[in-house]
């Protein structure tokens, strides 16, 4: 557990993150999401310490920040940024092992780590180990600088807009993949974006900052449901929300007995993507399968519609 208790950091007099508090439960992502110049980045890095807060407390698994030495604990919480901010003159082994390294793992731990993190994130050992960053493109650069964050098996991972560089079927890629590794290492994740979409696909919490002050934070549906001001309302978008909120579940809870015609789609995907199935072939129901290709059943348009109005 993050937990941020009315943490205040001001330049030049003028208070660049303004009382902040809200805290982010262990093994879920909080995305901070707001105007350019709200003070994201600055939060962010006040969680590791980069930069330090003038009033408030944060703590990190009911512990002080400020009583733990700032290199110990930047070894500890992994930090993503945007351009990934490789080592040039490291190969990307080396990049990776970075933390490892310092925290005096022995070899065999090492490479064995470097191995499974290059695997788990699609990059062929044998191809890339030795490669040095510009032999790689940006995507693979990109995977390569959340691959070092996650290195030392932290429990806490920073990203401050990891994926701004990519193109959209990248990003894509690249939040699902991060989506699996969470899963699977229950890590708890703290993410900066300034793109809507990316905040509702990967957070279980959503802060929106603006001018310093953090003007809501929750569940993304309590975004959508009671929007706290007209600033939030506009961020989500009047427009998409329907949509939004069709986003943020699978077929899983839609599925229905019976048989349709056309292209099964899988359970795992969101609602939202049934619905654009839905209307893009002008059926009014579809088959479901699952992840194997065993036939589950249908989805109808109506329900989905259902599942699209305002919540209560
Ligand atoms: N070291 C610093 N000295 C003085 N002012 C700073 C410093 N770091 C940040 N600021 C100011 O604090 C405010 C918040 O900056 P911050 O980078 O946290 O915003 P942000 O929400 O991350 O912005 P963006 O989305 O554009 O990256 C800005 O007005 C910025 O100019």
Redesign the pocket.
């Known amino acids: 557990m993050i937990d941020i208790q009315s943490v205040t950091?001001r330049?030049?007099g003028?208070a660049?993150?303004d009382s902040v508090s809200f805290a982010v439960p262990e093994g879920t992502i909080a995305v901070?999401v707001?105007?350019?110049?709200?003070?994201?980045?600055?939060?962010?890095?006040m969680i590791n310490q980069l930069?330090s807060q003038d009033e408030g407390t944060i703590l990190i698994g009911g512990e002080d920040t400020r009583n733990i030495p700032g290199h110990e604990l930047r070894r500890r919480i992994g930090y993503a940024i945007q351009g990934h901010g490789l080592f040039p003159h490291r190969t990307v082994a080396e990049n990776i092992a970075t933390v490892p390294r310092l925290l005096k793992w022995d070899k065999s731990r090492i490479d064995a780590r470097v191995a499974e993190l290059l695997d788990l994130f699609q990059l062929d050992p044998a191809a890339f180990a030795a490669r040095y960053p510009h032999q790689l493109s940006g995507g693979q650069q990109q995977r390569v600088g959340v691959a070092r964050a996650l290195a030392a098996e932290p429990k806490i991972l920073l990203m401050?807009?990891p994926f701004g560089a990519l193109d959209p079927v990248l990003r894509g890629k690249a939040q699902d993949e991060l989506l699996a590794i969470q899963k699977r290492f229950g890590t708890t994740i703290v993410i900066?974006t300034?793109d809507i979409n990316e905040a509702f696909h990967l957070g279980d919490t959503i802060a929106v900052?603006d001018k310093?002050r953090l003007l809501q934070y929750g569940h993304p549906i309590d975004l959508l449901k009671a929007p706290a001001t007209s600033f939030v309302e506009g961020l989500v978008g009047t427009f998409d929300r329907p949509f939004r909120l069709l986003s943020l579940d699978t077929l899983a809870g839609v599925i229905e007995p019976g048989e349709a015609e056309g292209e099964p789609i899988e359970e795992t995907r969101t609602r939202q993507d049934a619905l654009a199935a839905l209307m893009w072939s002008g059926a009014d129901a579809l088959p479901v399968a699952s992840t194997d290709g065993k036939s589950l059943g249908r989805v109808r348009l109506q329900t989905l519609l259902r599942q699209a109005v305002r919540p209560q």
């Open positions: 950091k330049y030049g003028k660049v993150v901070l707001g105007t350019s110049g709200s003070g994201k980045t600055t939060l962010l890095r930069v401050d807009e900066v300034h900052m310093g």
